[in-house]
């Protein structure tokens, strides 16, 4: 039987960078449950630079990772980019550490086609004039502003699925 060195030894940590989005944490750990060689993990952003050197696997959330940052993750394989993009990532200084990058991609998480209803709702909104309507309401001022509509006018969302 193994002691709990060896354990610590084979154990895959994975790193959430910060408190945004906790709903991918959740379900990555809910995911691997099964998986007691996987450990997950997140912490403030502010602790990334310190802690990151323990990780194997490190989620970018709200915040970039750049070549200070990568330099201290000495036991990185892999840096996602959690969202659209890997934007947050300096690619060029993960490459030269020989960390992989990759993404988690929309179908899997939906993203893609929430992008995409984001856009219809703040087109809606600014036809609606929704902030100034707001006011209104609470001012009990009805019937002001007046908005637009999409009556007559044409609307192009391009959505774009990349796997």
Same mark, same amino acid.
């Given at each position: 039987?193994?002691?709990d060195?060896?354990?610590?030894?084979?154990?895959?940590?994975?790193?959430?960078?910060?408190?945004?989005?906790?709903?991918?944490?959740?379900?990555?750990?809910?995911?691997?449950?099964?998986?007691?060689?996987?450990?997950?993990?997140?912490?403030?952003?502010?602790?990334?630079?310190? $802690?990151? &050197?323990?990780?194997?696997?490190?989620?970018? !959330? @709200?915040?970039?990772i750049d070549?200070? +940052?990568i #330099?201290? %993750?000495?036991?990185?394989?892999?840096?996602?980019?959690?969202?659209?993009? $890997?934007? &947050?990532?300096?690619?060029?200084?993960?490459? !030269? @550490?020989?960390?992989?990058?990759?993404? +988690?991609p #929309?179908g %899997?998480?939906?993203?893609?086609?929430?992008?995409?209803?984001?856009?219809?709702?703040?087109?809606?909104?600014?036809?609606?004039?929704q !902030?100034?309507?707001e006011?209104?309401?609470?001012?009990?001022?009805?019937?002001e502003?007046?908005?637009?509509?999409?009556?007559?006018?044409?609307?192009?969302?391009?959505?774009?699925?990349?796997?």
């Amino acid at each position: 039987m193994a002691n709990d060195g060896d354990d610590q030894k084979h154990m895959t940590r994975v790193l959430f960078c910060g408190p945004h989005l906790p709903s991918s944490q959740n379900y990555t750990r809910e995911y691997l449950k099964d998986y007691p060689f996987v450990q997950v993990d997140d912490v403030p952003l502010e602790d990334v630079p310190d $802690v990151i &050197g323990n990780y194997q696997i490190c989620v970018v !959330k @709200s915040m970039k990772i750049d070549s200070n +940052i990568i #330099s201290r %993750a000495k036991n990185m394989k892999l840096l996602m980019q959690f969202g659209v993009g $890997v934007e &947050g990532i300096d690619i060029d200084a993960a490459t !030269k @550490s020989g960390i992989k990058v990759g993404r +988690i991609p #929309s179908g %899997a998480t939906g993203n893609a086609a929430s992008c995409a209803e984001m856009a219809i709702y703040l087109i809606l909104g600014l036809l609606r004039k929704q !902030k100034e309507l707001e006011t209104s309401v609470k001012q009990r001022m009805l019937g002001e502003p007046i908005g637009e509509t999409l009556l007559g006018k044409t609307v192009i969302i391009f959505l774009f699925l990349i796997l």
